[in-house]
Structures are given as structure tokens and as C-alpha cells.
């Protein structure tokens, strides 16, 4: 079992940085791939970035890529999410979740969810 909680959400401005942190309780986080997933109000949950267990590869989505980043370190299980140059329609609410199966972009190949952190940017 996985518990996932995350944090660091807010308010910012376009073109400002928020760092969303996702910590994991359950001693085989460590050997799951992480996911960052987001939804904006009247739309689909849609893939952000993934990471493998070990952090040796990562995946992003083309919306993000170059503005975010995806890391984690098993040692104080958590996943983090850099997030650069933000613009208004990254504003959603964010989740992380865990998978048993290895990195995927859909999200019903993931195990465990956290409950969700908010990040607004405003223009």
C-alpha cells in the first residue's frame, strides 16, 4: 500500500516557478514509477511527467517539456515537480500517482493517487 500527498501548489504569476513535492508513505515507493498528472476544471485528466523507480528516465509531456521537471529521491520518498515559465492554461489542479507497471502517460496504468495540490497562474 502507497499513501501519496502532495504539495507546494499556489498562486503565481505567468512566467513564475512553483516546485510541487509528492511524498509517499509504504516502504516499496522506492520501486515504483511516479507520475504527475493534471485537470483543469471541464476537462480530461491529462499526463504531465514520469519518472522510472529509479530516476534514471524521465517523460514529458510536449505542453511542458523544457518548462518542467521531474525528479525524486527514494531516500526521503518524494517525487518533485519543477514547474518554469508558467503560463495560465497550466493552471489545473496537479496529482502524482504511483505505478507498479513502469511509466505510462495513461493514467489508469497507475496504482495509487494522491489527493491533489492547486496551481493557479494568473496573467
Known amino acids: 500500500q502507497v499513501q501519496l500527498v502532495e504539495s507546494g501548489g499556489g498562486l503565481v504569476q505567468a512566467g513564475g516557478s512553483l516546485r510541487l513535492s509528492c511524498a509517499a508513505s509504504?516502504?516499496?515507493?522506492?520501486?515504483?514509477?511516479t507520475g504527475w498528472f493534471r485537470q483543469a476544471p471541464g476537462k480530461e485528466r491529462e499526463f504531465v511527467a514520469a519518472?522510472?523507480?529509479?530516476?534514471?528516465?524521465?517523460y514529458y509531456a510536449d505542453s511542458v517539456k523544457g518548462r518542467f521537471t521531474i525528479s525524486r529521491d527514494n531516500a526521503k520518498n518524494t517525487v518533485y515537480l519543477q514547474m518554469n515559465s508558467l503560463k495560465p492554461e497550466d493552471t489545473a489542479g496537479y496529482y502524482c500517482?504511483?505505478?507498479?507497471?513502469?511509466?505510462?502517460?495513461?493514467?489508469?496504468?497507475?496504482?495509487?493517487w494522491g489527493q491533489g495540490t492547486q496551481v493557479t497562474v494568473s496573467s
Open positions: 509504504g516502504r516499496t515507493f522506492s520501486t515504483y514509477a
Open positions: 500517482a504511483a505505478s507498479r507497471y513502469g511509466t505510462s502517460i495513461k493514467s489508469e496504468m497507475y496504482d495509487y
Open positions: 519518472i522510472t523507480w529509479s530516476g534514471g528516465s524521465t
